[in-house]
């Protein structure tokens, strides 16, 4: 057990480091397939990006689909103004109030990263009905050190550049971890974890294991949705994170998970 505990980290904490909001998959696919190879008898790379690792047990059926997602939530640049601001565009679901003085690194078109702040307006200079209104992502902005826009184009970056949240994974005491992506980088490992028991004893597998890491979840569900026609299982079993309600401000009522009690199956969309 403890062996798994220390591969289940280590694997979470690669993932956490890799780059790939949706439709820019490469860094974390990569890493997902260095990570995967050991457990399974073939891997293959659909059109649309998505890994299917396949594990063979004694007979073909039933063919068993497990699957997570590889993407995170992230943004594209779509504005760079004269004095070398971005803007930026959200790719997922966002709460602006989680963003402001927070770190990001933007990935070039060479492949590099450039790292920024996400600014806001000053709170010293906020009219009073400024102060009362939501934060929007509109009302935002990135600072990479350019004074003029000539600056931010010969970083590489442009329109449409991809943009990801810059945070270190940590460990916390009471074998607690804290980093970037883990919706859905948790449930890849996971499913790797699964895959790493099970193919210590693959001669007692009925049927054909599908480890299928998917793309673009945070855009809707695209990568899901073509693998399941690829592989058109028997069963499939979708692995994904949900809200840890044990934190101060949630009642009794709303209390439906804890961290550490196990896992949530769900019976329905809230």
Do not use: C
Not at 97 to 114: A, E, M, P, Q, S
Not at 231 to 245: K, L, M, Q, W
């Amino acid at each position: 057990m403890e062996d798994l505990k220390a591969f289940l980290k280590d694997a979470l904490k690669k993932m956490s480091e890799s780059f790939g909001i949706p439709g820019y998959e490469d860094g974390i696919r990569a890493t997902i397939i260095e990570l995967m190879k050991p457990f399974v008898d073939e891997i293959k790379v659909d059109k649309l990006g998505n890994i299917i690792g396949v594990l063979h047990g004694k007979s073909e059926k039933p063919k068993i689909m497990i699957a997570a997602h590889m993407d995170q939530i992230g943004f594209l640049v779509k504005h760079i103004d004269e004095k070398g601001f971005l803007r930026l565009t959200p790719v997922g679901g966002w709460d602006a109030r989680t963003l402001l003085n927070v770190r990001v690194k933007i990935l070039t078109k060479d492949g590099k990263f450039v790292h920024g702040i996400i600014g806001s307006k000053p709170p010293h200079i906020l009219k009073e009905e400024e102060k009362s209104k939501p934060i929007t992502i509109d009302d935002l902005f990135v600072d990479v050190g350019a004074t003029k826009k000539e600056d931010v184009e010969k970083l590489g970056i442009r329109v449409g550049s991809p943009v990801i949240l810059d945070f270190n994974f940590i460990e916390l005491p009471n074998d607690r971890v804290s980093g970037l992506a883990f919706d859905d980088r948790s449930g890849v490992a996971v499913m790797l974890g699964a895959l790493k028991l099970l193919s210590e004893e693959k001669d007692k597998i009925e049927g054909t294991v599908y480890a299928v890491a998917t793309v673009q979840e945070e855009v809707g569900l695209r990568g899901a949705r073509t693998s399941a026609f690829s592989v058109n299982p028997d069963v499939g079993i979708a692995i994904d994170v949900t809200i840890a309600a044990d934190v101060p401000g949630v009642g009794d009522q709303d209390k439906i998970t804890e961290l550490g009690k196990g896992p949530a199956i769900t019976i329905m969309d809230a």
